[in-house]
């Protein structure tokens, strides 16, 4: 009769699931049951099936608890599983689960229900770890510069010295430390100094260029990979605006290479008329070259308190030139730690000339 009832009982209780419209609800009808024995369960990798639509259940009024739990576990919810989790008001263990289970389901069900589950353990990944070379000062970069005065002022870009941690000029076979004593980054500006007293001196020209007109670069393209000679290019001036419309820069067809920059472009007469600043890549145009205007020099220079020599008037010799050039313009070598070497080839808008074995 009580085996009857209770199969009774639960028929009533699932076909009237649609009042039942939630696990709170469920749980607080089996903690309000007075039946003597009752039992609450989950579904072992439970979907959503008929009126069980939150995966528990629970069954009440057999003869003993083993009559319960035998017709729990032959109950359709339970063919693929069920964990015993309340017997009465009382919460059941892990191993009291189990030991359930056994009796009533088969031993591979049993196994997979209860095996703990596989940790996934993410491998981390392996901090770089920094070399004993990381913090080593080496010879990384290069470039170009023209001396302004005899006290050793030297004019060339903001990105050749940027981030340097010794900057070195190389005057008549000797490598001289300099210091640096400004910088305009809008620019690409820097005024540097180092302890020469030079045999010849760049003046600066009071007027910007013209359309067409004739100029020298000089400086070390390429660093020191063709030779440690300098090099010049001669060229017209093809546009009075740099790229983008910078009206502080001008364009010119005279070659500019990396390691060229910083240093000084001139008229005929030896006046500098502008520092060679950048290059254009291949694929944006060919022989598109640009220098900072001597204007923007001066205004720059004048801020910073340092005068230029007045500018030639008479138009030089070759040789002459020559001689201004080699021994008004000098090699600049930026040396850094091998860490910021990474750090700044990393980059995606790097102007630097490093050497080869950093590129």
Request: aromatic share 10%; net charge positive; glycine share 6%.
């Amino acid at each position: 009769m009580k085996k009857l009832l209770g199969i009774l009982v639960l028929g009533l209780l699932l076909s009237g699931c649609t009042t039942v419209r939630d696990e709170v609800t469920l749980w607080q009808m089996y903690k309000d049951d007075k039946a003597k024995y009752k039992a609450y369960a989950s579904v072992y990798k439970w979907k959503e099936q008929g009126y069980l639509n939150y995966g528990k259940f629970y069954f009440r009024n057999y003869d003993s608890l083993d009559s319960l739990f035998s017709i729990m576990h032959k109950s359709k919810w339970c063919t693929k599983g069920c964990k015993i989790e309340y017997i009465g008001d009382e919460k059941v263990s892990k191993e009291r689960q189990k030991e359930i289970a056994k009796k009533h389901l088969p031993p591979g069900l049993v196994k997979e229900m209860f095996s703990e589950p596989t940790k996934i353990v993410k491998k981390k990944k392996p901090k770089k770890k920094q070399t004993p070379d990381d913090n080593k000062v080496v010879a990384a970069a290069s470039g170009s510069g023209f001396f302004v005065s005899n006290a050793g002022h030297i004019v060339t870009n903001h990105h050749v010295i940027d981030e340097c941690k010794v900057l070195k000029v190389s005057y008549k076979g000797n490598l001289v430390e300099a210091k640096v004593l400004a910088i305009d980054k809008t620019n690409d500006l820097a005024i540097i100094q180092a302890k020469i007293n030079p045999s010849k001196v760049y003046a600066v020209s009071n007027k910007d260029v013209a359309l067409l007109e004739d100029i020298i670069v000089a400086g070390f393209p390429l660093g020191k990979n063709v030779s440690s000679a300098i090099k010049t290019h001669k060229g017209n001036v093809t546009a009075l605006a740099g790229f983008g419309d910078n009206y502080s820069n001008f364009q010119t067809d005279a070659t500019i290479n990396q390691g060229n920059s910083g240093g000084p472009v001139m008229d005929l007469k030896g006046n500098i008329v502008g520092v060679a600043v950048a290059l254009m890549s291949v694929e944006a145009g060919q022989n598109m070259f640009f220098a900072v205007k001597s204007s923007t020099l001066k205004t720059f220079a004048s801020s910073n308190s340092l005068s230029f020599l007045p500018p030639n008037n008479r138009p030089m010799s070759n040789k002459d030139l020559g001689e201004l050039i080699t021994e008004g313009t000098v090699f600049l070598e930026c040396w850094m730690t091998v860490a910021k070497i990474k750090q700044i080839i990393a980059q995606e808008e790097n102007r630097k000339a490093f050497y080869s074995e950093y590129q």
